[in-house]
């Protein structure tokens, strides 16, 4: 939602950036705090791609509501995640898009939510197609492919949830065994399948290139933002600072990982961590790891 906003801005709108507190929180309160004579939109992400915390959307969306403000989200971590039920806890959300390949559905193809008399702007124009909501033929087969995916998401979201839980709980508790590290992100209000975290005295470019090497696959920053050297914007909105911020690693779990590769990873991190540290000049263990 950044860019979209710092382009709303070169057309003179007016945003307002909120904080977020060293979870990635943001605070209902400071929504409604912020909210002004003129303003006409309000948008607060469901979970964060990067450090998996859950944003009090229901809490916002009440606000938005007192306030006849429409209230978008961008709830594309939670699908098949996070039960969503726009007709009780999500029922103030007028806008929220998602997008398929985030829940193993094909590529490419997204979706807007918009609540029944929700007013938007055409997306193109031209061919009366989607309501001239957009214009141009429709992508049948990743329609349909999305519908069949967000079935498949849905019906077994339980399931997979306490799956991944589990696999991700001793994949935690494995890996703040290593001293120097904290989680980033909120321990509870959490994605199921995300992990984050700060390992002191490295850098995490290296330590992502010796995982990619022993072949496992995590990320450093947004999966968009990867070959970017910059710490991640994230990072620095929970405060933390950009030498431990540049340290971090992001482990996402799904359906084709195992308990096996749990240990594996369990087996390989500490070893790489302590190999990277072995060449910093700088490493003296100190601080037990923080929870
Ligand atoms: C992946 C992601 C997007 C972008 O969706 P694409 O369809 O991959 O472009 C947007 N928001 C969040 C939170 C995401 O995780």
């Avoid at 007013?119 to 193109?124: D, H, S, W």
């Avoid at 799956?163 to 994605?191: S, V």
């Avoid at 700060?198 to 290139?209: A, C, K, M, P, Q």
């Avoid at 620095?236 to 590769?261: H, K, V």
């Amino acid at each position: 939602m950044l860019y979209p906003c710092e382009y709303l801005e070169t057309k003179g709108f007016n945003v307002t950036y909120l904080p977020v507190d060293r979870y990635g929180l943001v605070d209902p309160s400071e929504v409604e705090a912020a909210i002004r004579k003129d303003t006409i939109f309000i948008s607060v992400m469901y979970a964060n791609n990067e450090i998996g915390t859950i944003e009090p959307i229901p809490e916002i969306g009440e606000i938005a509501k007192e306030h006849g403000i429409p209230f978008h989200t961008d709830a594309v971590q939670v699908i098949g995640k996070i039960p969503l039920d726009m007709k009780q806890k999500d029922r103030n959300v007028d806008m929220l898009s998602l997008s398929s390949h985030k829940f193993y559905g094909p590529k490419g193809i997204g979706a807007l939510y918009l609540r029944e008399r929700t007013e938007i702007e055409n997306y193109m124009h031209g061919g009366g197609q989607e309501r001239k909501k957009r214009a141009g033929t429709e992508n049948v087969a990743g329609i349909v492919g999305l519908g069949k995916a967000i079935e498949l998401a849905t019906a077994n979201l339980e399931k997979h949830n306490e799956r991944t839980k589990k696999m991700r709980d001793r994949l935690l508790a494995g890996i703040l065994e290593i001293p120097d590290c904290r989680l980033n992100g909120h321990p509870e209000k959490r994605l199921p399948d995300n992990l984050n975290f700060s390992f002191e005295y490295i850098e995490g470019e290296s330590l992502l290139l010796m995982l990619d090497q022993r072949g496992i696959c995590s990320s450093t920053g947004s999966a968009c933002s990867s070959g970017s050297l910059e710490p991640s914007h994230v990072l620095r909105a929970i405060g933390l600072p950009p030498e431990i911020a540049q340290g971090s690693l992001r482990l996402t779990l799904g359906d084709e990982n195992s308990e096996e590769d749990i240990d594996y990873v369990l087996e390989v991190l500490p070893e790489t961590v302590g190999k990277l540290r072995a060449m910093s000049p700088f490493y003296k263990p100190t601080t037990a790891c923080e929870k």
